[in-house]
């Protein structure tokens, strides 16, 4: 069941393209809809249970049963009853979450980091990053900053979707749609083409600021091992790489991260960005 989107926070079009890919091999989305109740109907093995649910666009109210039921409700920051209201801390009231500038609250000598804070990824080796920097800008040996935009991020769904920086819509709201070109490609794993799997289900783009040498903003990945594609990655954009630098990079062929150095279609074009070779 799916309340509202998929992967929230993330580009969308990449994350259609995994519910897609998860929907064309025998995954079951309802879409539109919330769980209202859950009822156990015949105890197991498997035990057996009734699934109400509410589709949120025409209040229709529909069940189904399962044998397991899981609830993706996320996580809660637990800030509220420790005492930060009496430190003068400000908290999010929607969300519980702590705003924060380079870690540190509204109030000077109080810290945060991890998953408490607005805005931010909720990823461990971001904390432990904030964390170790924080500390030592604290005690006077550095004087870095934790880096929340380019931190490379995987959706460990059956086909990975791998990403790092801004996703398309955030670099079109921040920049401006004029100021944005995509360029995009499909591609094809050598390992697909002996069991003769799907043509033209991977896909690669780059987000680049055209005010801006085409900096790269946003690399989305989607196919085999998309995790080891942008942690390779993610050095290069955070030294500012941009189109031409990517251009300029030799590929190793056949891999799927060559796909970066070969993308000449952009979406403004129209072209056609599916793969029609080898």
């Not at 995954?27 to 209202?36: R, Y």
């Not at 859950?38 to 093995?45: A, I, K, Y």
């Not at 870095?144 to 990975?160: A, G, K, Q, R, S």
Request: glycine content about 10%; some cysteine.
């Amino acid at each position: 069941m799916v309340r509202s989107i998929f992967l929230r926070g993330f580009d969308q079009q990449m994350a259609d393209k995994a519910g897609d890919y998860m929907a064309e091999h025998g995954v079951k989305f309802l879409k539109k809809v919330i769980p209202t109740k859950v009822e156990l109907v015949e105890e197991g093995p498997p035990r057996k249970l009734r699934v109400e649910y509410k589709n949120l666009v025409t209040n229709e109210v529909s069940s189904e049963e399962f044998n397991t039921v899981l609830v993706a409700v996320g996580r809660d920051p637990c800030t509220s009853g420790i005492g930060l209201d009496k430190a003068g801390v400000k908290i999010d009231e929607k969300t519980g979450k702590i705003p924060t500038v380079y870690e540190q609250t509204n109030v000077p000598h109080i810290y945060a980091i991890g998953d408490v804070l607005k805005g931010k990824e909720e990823l461990t080796p971001v904390a432990i990053q904030a964390g170790r920097l924080l500390a030592r800008r604290l005690y006077g040996v550095g004087r870095v900053e934790c880096d929340y935009i380019n931190v490379p991020t995987t959706v460990f769904t059956p086909l990975e979707y791998g990403c790092i920086g801004l996703p398309e819509e955030d670099a079109i709201a921040i920049f401006g749609e004029s100021n944005i070109e995509v360029y995009q490609k499909y591609f094809k794993p050598l390992e697909w083409t002996v069991p003769g799997r799907e043509d033209n289900v991977c896909y690669a783009k780059l987000v680049c600021n055209k005010l801006d040498k085409e900096r790269v903003l946003g690399l989305h990945v989607i196919g085999p091992n998309a995790g080891e594609m942008t942690q390779g990655y993610v050095v290069g954009m955070k030294l500012g790489a941009t189109k031409d630098d990517f251009d300029a990079s030799i590929g190793i062929h056949p891999t799927c991260s060559e796909t970066f150095t070969t993308l000449e279609f952009t979406k403004a074009s129209g072209a056609d960005p599916t793969q029609t070779g080898c």
